[in-house]
């Protein structure tokens, strides 16, 4: 149990309570927010200082077989960049895929105290999940890739919608995931397989025969829906990166109608031109669709220069994308239920497309009409490491800065592109909802992101200063679960967060048919596939309609 706490004179930024910057007590009992505490609680006083939730990262590749893959290929970024160890925390290595250690703590240092991996395969989870048990001080939990999953596809395509509800619940309890995750959602099993390429609109059918990745889509968004997950599918849109792909981006969120639905690294989403050559700026028509639906949260994978490692379940973008990489790439199958490609990249001011890249984020963040449905994140290591998020929050700060940043970029891509002309700074509030709240509150996660009574005491404290940059990155104190982990810049302690995970119900019928198809088509036996408890260590379930 962490002792009790009061935490007084500093400026409180709680948008979910509708706080903005009041001077207010924060007290701090058994992990939790409360409303009062005793007078022998510990105090810390916060004066000339910004108190906010522990941020939320609604998307990043921390673990699993696809990040250890990647660094595996990058043992440079390791030597380069050592994690050390202090009294009370171990060491570990960096770059941007660090390890499972250095990922914990890095994360805490900037006070964020929850992170999602977005793209585990099935048959990775139990990777994950021990990875998970190495990740210190943050709470987390991942998103089950299943739109290349064939024994799924086959039932959209036979239209046997109760086995595919059945199905899907069942998958999503054998890995402990939270929530489905889609990734080039029939694109990759043609691209594997015999047609050996990928389907270039959501509307094409990626088999001999009759399945569209607009299906797969629809299928999954009313399951999900219908089963009420506490976040919706998690969507990476058909053709990521390819020029003109704001079509299938805005088709894609069309499809849903008013169902919820997550569109992730909505930037690389965004472009307009002709296939093959450079794109342009597509972020207007795609912020002015997402303003106008409520249903449609998103987050944006913001570019940001410098070194990177693309990793995706998007097989056939690593593919195409290996010529520009640093020399370094690699393709992995992963069965019948996913594929994966790895490449350390480097974004560079000077190339047209990088620069677009990084402008189209920043249109979409400055052209959000609701910051509650906007989510600040990277893709880390996609678009850049997390370690770049208080940057971030500095250009989205700072329009001075940002004005400067654009003297150094490549200046034809800012002419088809409308970023010189906005002139909005985000304020601290707006800050607070898309680093935590907005997130928090899109995952269903009702104690993360705000500091009301009854949420969890996960607590930054960041010094008050003019450079946005240096304030996010050194924050004063860091609380978890009412632990002062960080105070004054230092670790104080450490600790291990819990993972979040979904029961949705289902019938064990559906189990009849999967058991022929495991012997048919996968390396491991039925029984040994889905995840025991032993591996979840500390976890929590959070309720869907039907668990
Ligand atoms: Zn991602």
């Known amino acids: 149990m962490s002792a009790s706490m009061r935490i007084v004179n500093g400026q409180v930024y709680d948008p979910k309570n509708n706080i903005d910057g009041e001077v207010k007590e924060i007290c ?5 927010i409360v409303d009062s505490v005793s007078d022998e609680a510990t105090i810390i006083d916060a004066k000339g200082m910004v108190i906010m939730a522990g941020g939320v990262d609604i998307h990043c590749h921390i673990a699993g077989p696809k990040v250890n893959l990647a660094r595996k290929l990058t043992p440079e970024a390791r030597r380069h960049d050592p994690h050390p160890s202090t009294p009370f925390t171990r060491s570990g290595s960096g770059g941007t895929t660090p390890s499972t250690f250095a990922a914990g703590y890095r994360y805490a240092t900037l006070g964020y105290t929850t992170a999602m991996e977005a793209a585990v395969s099935p048959i990775g989870a139990r990777h994950v999940l021990e990875e998970f048990e190495d990740t210190p001080i943050i709470d987390k939990g991942f998103y089950v890739l299943l739109g290349n999953n064939i024994f799924l596809h086959n039932l959209i395509r036979e239209k046997r919608i109760e086995e595919f ?3 899907v619940a069942w998958w999503v309890n054998a890995t402990k995931a939270y929530t ?3 990734v080039n959602p029939g694109g990759d099993e043609p691209w594997k397989g015999k047609r050996n390429s990928n389907v270039s609109n959501i509307d094409e059918k990626s088999d001999d ?3 569209s990745p607009r299906q797969i889509i629809e299928a999954f968004i009313k399951t999900v829906n219908k089963q009420g997950y506490p976040h919706p599918p998690h969507i990476h849109c058909n053709n990521l990166g390819h020029s003109g792909n704001y079509i299938t981006t805005l088709e894609t969120m069309k499809t849903a109608g008013d169902l919820r639905a997550h569109i992730a690294h909505i930037q690389f989403h965004s472009y307009g031109g002709e296939v093959g050559k450079n794109p342009i700026s597509k972020a207007a028509e795609i912020a002015e669709y997402v303003n106008n639906h409520p249903n449609i949260t998103c987050d944006v994978g913001q570019v940001m220069f410098g070194d990177s ?3 995706t379940a998007d097989a056939p973008l690593a593919y195409v994308l290996k010529g520009h990489s640093k020399g370094k790439w690699v393709n992995a199958d992963t069965e019948c239920e996913s594929g994966c490609g790895i490449l350390p990249f480097a974004y560079q001011e000077h190339i047209y497309v990088h620069t677009l890249q990084w402008a189209i984020g920043l249109e979409l963040f400055l052209l959000s009409e609701d910051p509650w449905r906007i989510v600040l994140s990277t893709d880390h290591p996609n678009g850049g490491s997390f370690m770049a998020y208080p940057k971030l929050i500095k250009l989205l700060m700072d329009e001075k800065f940002r004005r400067e940043e654009m003297k150094r970029v490549n200046q034809k891509a800012l002419l088809n592109c409308s970023l010189p002309e906005l002139k909005r700074e985000y304020t601290l ?3 607070a909802i898309i680093t935590r709240a907005g997130p928090a509150r899109a995952l269903g996660l009702e104690t993360k992101g705000h500091l009301g009574v009854g949420a969890d005491a996960d607590i930054t404290i960041y010094d008050l200063m003019d450079d ?13 679960s009412g632990n002062t982990m960080i105070a004054n810049h230092e670790f104080k302690t450490d600790s291990k967060g819990k993972v979040y995970h979904i029961t949705p119900d289902y019938d064990n019928k559906i189990e009849e048919s999967l058991k022929p198809f495991f012997e048919d088509y996968y390396s491991i036996e039925f029984s040994n596939y889905p995840v025991d408890d032993r591996y979840l260590h500390q976890h929590e379930i959070i309720k869907t309609k039907t668990s």
């Open 28 to 32: 701090v009992e058994d992990g939790k």
């Open 165 to 167: 509800d059945q199905a």
């Open 180 to 182: 489905v995750k889609l």
């Open 209 to 211: 025969d009759t399945l």
């Open 309 to 311: 490692t693309i990793m």
């Open 429 to 431: 509030s707006e800050i």
């Open 468 to 480: 946005k940059e240096l304030m996010f990155s050194t924050p004063r104190y860091v609380i978890k």
